[in-house]
């Protein structure tokens, strides 16, 4: 460092984000689409044949007899989106954020495979949430987990 440059006019280098970043960050917005379009397919009758949706009985109800469903599912999408607005800028926040989240749906989805009504896909869509929430890199590049030193890596022999 020269004798002109002081430490506080330095500027860290910017990490590069790992590509499994950006799927965990594609398939989490694809959730938080998921949960627009299902909502506005069930309270907008006019939208459902345009998105091609069919939504349940059992939901539609619930949207009928709770008239908070609707808001309470969107305010969950737009906790999605900023969960990945979180990640994307590398604060752990939206990573825990997304870990909660992810874990509300999970235990939604364990409720509906004992009860017989689950989402298959969306149960797949949750799985694998978690499986790129847990990549070291991820992890690593949220500041959840410290990198792993090449020497440290190796096992003792």
Do not use: C
């Not at 874990?103 to 009504?117: H, K, T, W």
């Not at 949430?129 to 022999?157: H, I, K, M, S, W």
């Amino acid at each position: 460092m020269s004798a002109s440059a002081s430490p506080s006019t330095l500027k860290p280098a910017r990490r590069r984000l790992p590509f499994t970043l950006y799927v965990l960050a594609g398939l989490m917005l694809f959730k938080a689409l998921i949960i627009v379009a299902v909502v506005a397919g069930a309270t907008l009758e006019s939208l459902r044949p345009i998105l091609g949706l069919t939504t349940g009985p059992e939901l539609t109800r619930m949207f009928q007899q709770s008239p908070a469903f609707g808001p309470l599912l969107l305010a969950f999408a737009g906790l999605v989106i900023l969960s990945v607005i979180g990640m994307l800028s590398g604060r752990r926040t939206g990573w825990l954020l997304a870990m909660v989240i992810t874990g509300l749906f999970v235990a939604i989805d364990i409720y509906g495979y004992l009860n017989s009504s689950a989402n298959h896909l969306w149960m797949l869509l949750n799985i694998v949430t978690v499986f790129y929430l847990n990549q070291a890199d991820v992890r690593e590049a949220v500041g959840a987990a410290q990198p792993v030193e090449a020497d440290q890596a190796a096992p003792a022999t």
